[in-house]
């Protein structure tokens, strides 16, 4: 069985500057729109699909959180390798609200509005002096190479945009000028994977727990590359366990 390769952290970052188009300005908000990001080729030579952007932006965790105008994003992606605070927004460092988001043919439109906090009251005031702002996206992928660039594929999870100096979509800017990239990904590790499964699923822990109690030693505990199956090595051979698909589900939605 093949070590399971679910995928990476994914901060996409270049910079490009513009100012947004303001749509309203409000006692305590602006409310403007901005693109976050298209289809094509970006600075660090990956592409999102637009049907896997809409996979993502389908996901009933997305919908609600706007329908709700819940859908926050942070001045800047956190400086962090913990799993559980690159999937969560930090409420302190909101700053602004996906309000609506659309697909056209070549890239997704939004309308932000500034969050009546610390940090938004910040973005609200750099953009009333002029200031240029752009977005950035914060998500969990798999990838594979396709020639001489990165195709992120399924499974794919946005967490958010946020608003940061380097966007890495020329296009999450208004107007502007390319100035330079950066980047930031780094891959799920196999182990933290391979526990949070476990313990998803009950059939798959029991047999674990099964296994403890008649005194099998676990040599080794794979996790196949679409996550449907647990491979363990005993000294009485190998075993393989299914995984249920709301199981998966639930990993997934961990992260």
């Not at 992606?77 to 609506?100: F, K, W, Y």
């Not at 660039?149 to 979509?169: G, L, N």
């Not at 998803?200 to 030693?217: I, P, S, T, Y």
Request: proline share 4%; hydrophobic share 40%; with cysteine.
């Amino acid at each position: 069985m093949k070590e399971l390769d679910l995928g990476y952290y994914i901060a996409e970052q270049t910079t490009q500057f513009a100012k947004p188009n303001v749509r309203e300005v409000k006692k305590d908000s602006v409310v403007f729109e901005s693109p976050l990001q298209d289809f094509t080729l970006n600075r660090n030579r990956r592409v999102y699909s637009k049907q896997l952007l809409e996979s993502g932006f389908n996901d009933p965790r997305i919908k609600d959180l706007v329908k709700r105008k819940s859908w926050y994003g942070e001045a800047g992606h956190p400086m962090s390798t913990d799993m559980q605070r690159l999937a969560n927004i930090h409420q302190g460092n909101i700053s602004h609200i996906v309000v609506e988001a659309n697909f056209s043919p070549d890239k997704i439109n939004s309308v932000i509005e500034t969050a009546n906090t610390v940090v938004g009251r910040d973005m609200k005031g750099l953009i009333e002096q002029g200031s240029q702002v752009a977005f950035s996206m914060r998500g969990f992928g798999r990838s594979k190479k396709q020639g001489d660039h990165i195709v992120v594929v399924d499974p794919f999870k946005v967490i958010c945009y946020d608003w940061v100096v380097y966007p890495s979509h020329p296009v999450a800017v208004a107007e502007g000028t390319q100035i330079v990239h950066e980047d930031t990904i780094f891959q799920l590790k196999q182990q933290d994977i391979q526990e949070a499964l476990c313990e998803a699923d009950d059939n798959v822990k029991f047999m674990l727990e099964h296994f403890a109690r008649v005194g099998l030693d676990v040599k080794r505990l794979n996790v196949n590359h679409n996550l449907s199956a647990v491979e363990v090595l005993t000294e009485d051979g190998r075993q393989l366990l299914p995984v249920r698909a709301s199981a998966r589900q639930k990993l997934f939605d961990s992260f």
